[in-house]
């Protein structure tokens, strides 16, 4: 292992730069393919169960008040609704979560170069929030704030990874140059969702 880093050590700048990039590009699409993109498909179950919770939810309220099991599946339903919904802010809650996940990024000893809200993707009950992310730090930091994000209560899906090395160096460690996507999700509220029925029931006519 002491002689592989010799090796590197004695490479050129440039050579070394680049073995380094090949390297870390490497282990950032394992991390991304094994442990953010499949992220995606857990999303989207929790979103279908926190709906479907919901749903259940109001249906048990319209019981006999005083059906005391009536009540108690009514409190199960709702403290469960609760918990999910937990992992998924409303409107008012967006700007502090992004401002968190920024903290998170100069916590972990990152210089954020570029942090752009993009406009939101609205589905039937919710709404993605994505975020344009760039960053400058070693691997090590970017490792742990990815680590961070995905520690976070509120659920946040970290997609289209990028590494770039500086042309020419003479900094140790080297700080590379990392853009990323970070997209969040949260509850539309009422009238969001009826407005968005409307135009479809419109889309449809025309």
Same mark, same amino acid.
């Given at each position: 292992?002491? /002689? %592989? ?14 073995? %380094?990039?090949?390297? &870390? ?27 479907? $919770? ?5 249906? $048990?309220?319209? =019981?006999?008040?005083? =059906? /005391? +099991?009536? $009540?108690?599946?009514?409190?199960? @339903?709702?403290?469960? @609704? ?5 992992? =998924? ?20 000893? @990152? ?12 589905? !039937?009950?919710?709404? /993605?929030?994505?975020? /344009? ?8 930091? &970017?490792?742990?704030?990815?680590? !961070?994000?995905? +520690? =976070? ?26 853009? %990323? ?16 029925? *409307?135009?479809?029931? *419109? !889309? $449809?006519?025309?």
């Amino acid at each position: 292992m002491n /002689e %592989l880093f010799d090796r590197i050590m004695d490479m050129p700048p440039r050579q070394r730069a680049l073995f %380094l990039v090949g390297g &870390v590009g490497a282990i950032f699409f394992l991390y991304a393919y094994f442990i953010y993109w499949p992220r995606s498909e857990a999303i989207a179950t929790k979103m279908i169960a926190v709906e479907q $919770k919901r749903v259940e939810r109001d249906r $048990k309220a319209v =019981l006999v008040a005083n =059906l /005391e +099991q009536a $009540k108690k599946e009514v409190a199960d @339903l709702k403290a469960a @609704l609760n918990e999910a919904v937990a992992q =998924l802010p409303d409107t008012k809650e967006i700007p502090d979560l992004l401002s968190n996940i920024s903290s998170v990024g100069r916590d972990a000893g @990152l210089e954020i170069a570029q942090f752009r809200q993009r406009e939101e993707v609205l589905r !039937d009950f919710y709404a /993605e929030v994505p975020v /344009e992310i760039r960053v400058r730090g070693t691997y090590f930091q &970017v490792e742990g704030f990815f680590n !961070d994000v995905s +520690q =976070l209560t509120r659920i946040v899906n970290v997609s289209d990874v990028g590494i770039k090395a500086p042309a020419s160096s003479s900094e140790e460690p080297i700080r590379l140059e990392t853009a %990323l996507s970070a997209t969040t999700f949260r509850f539309l509220d009422e009238a969001e969702r009826e407005r968005i029925r *409307k135009q479809r029931e *419109k !889309d $449809k006519k025309s």
